[in-house]
């Protein structure tokens, strides 16, 4: 009986959820964060912005994971932890400059960022990594931090997209599946510098010296940061 009267019951439409804006930091935001982390936190914030990868898998990264001959990086399931999907499992590869200043870190066991009276991995930056958030001096208005560890994740989605790379490349070095949304909703931005160069001036000549001198306004008041073509 019930199943007969489904199609008397009143439909209604899903409210809309609002998308959290993808306010990712620029590459000289990123570098100043980097040298803000403490010394034992330095390299892995710096991997973690390098790499795109999920603070759970920068965690259990082992030595044993590292190519330091061939420049690259595995990402794979072991000691009972595997990534968050199948897409997961992969390699990425850093610059040459990062990997040198992982090979000089002290090896003390088998996970590259491990706890500090442990061999055990770490399992959570974010105290560390709000107080080099706000030495950076990368807060918003009310003084809370601005940048969480996953938007090092979004960050890296964004800058290889303005790179103009691929999206099954971008897709694979994020760990998504191939042809999934979820890159372009949820980690990809346009940044404001990048949308005003999308902006390209006409060739249009200004008025003559006589209409300035009747507005009285010479110049327009803009920044410094912003060129003559209308570009950060």
């Known amino acids: 009986m019930r199943c007969k ?8 439409e899903p409210i809309p959820t609002e998308l959290r804006p993808i306010d990712p930091p620029t590459d000289d935001e990123l570098a ?5 982390c403490s010394k034992r936190h330095r390299e892995l914030v710096w991997f973690l912005a390098e790499t795109g990868c999920r603070t759970g898998e920068a965690f259990h990264l082992t030595w044993d994971d590292i190519d330091f001959t061939s420049g690259k990086i595995r990402i794979h399931s072991k000691n009972g932890w595997t990534p968050k999907t199948k897409q997961s499992t992969r390699d990425v590869f850093p610059s040459e400059n990062f990997l040198t200043a992982l090979y000089r870190l002290p090896k003390r066991g088998p996970y590259v960022f491990q706890r500090k009276k442990s061999e055990r991995p770490l399992t959570n930056i974010r105290k560390a990594f709000a107080s080099a958030v706000k ?9 809370t931090p601005r940048i969480t560890p996953h938007d090092l994740r979004r960050a890296f989605a964004t800058r290889l997209a303005e790179a103009g790379t691929a999206q099954r490349i971008l897709q694979a070095n994020l760990g998504h599946a191939a042809g999934s949304r979820v890159t372009d909703r949820y980690y990809t931005a346009a940044r ?4 005003r160069a999308a902006f390209p001036p006409l060739p249009v ?10 507005s009285g306004n010479s110049s327009l008041p803009l920044t410094s940061t912003v060129t003559s073509n209308g570009t950060n």
Do not use: C, F, N, Y
């Open 5 to 12: 009267r489904l199609h008397q019951l009143p439909t209604v």
């Open 32 to 36: 100043l964060l980097i040298e803000a």
């Open 192 to 195: 404001e510098s990048v949308r």
């Open 205 to 214: 000549k200004l008025g003559s010296a006589a209409e300035v001198a009747i």
């Open 135 to 143: 030495r950076a001096g990368l807060v918003k208005a009310d003084g």
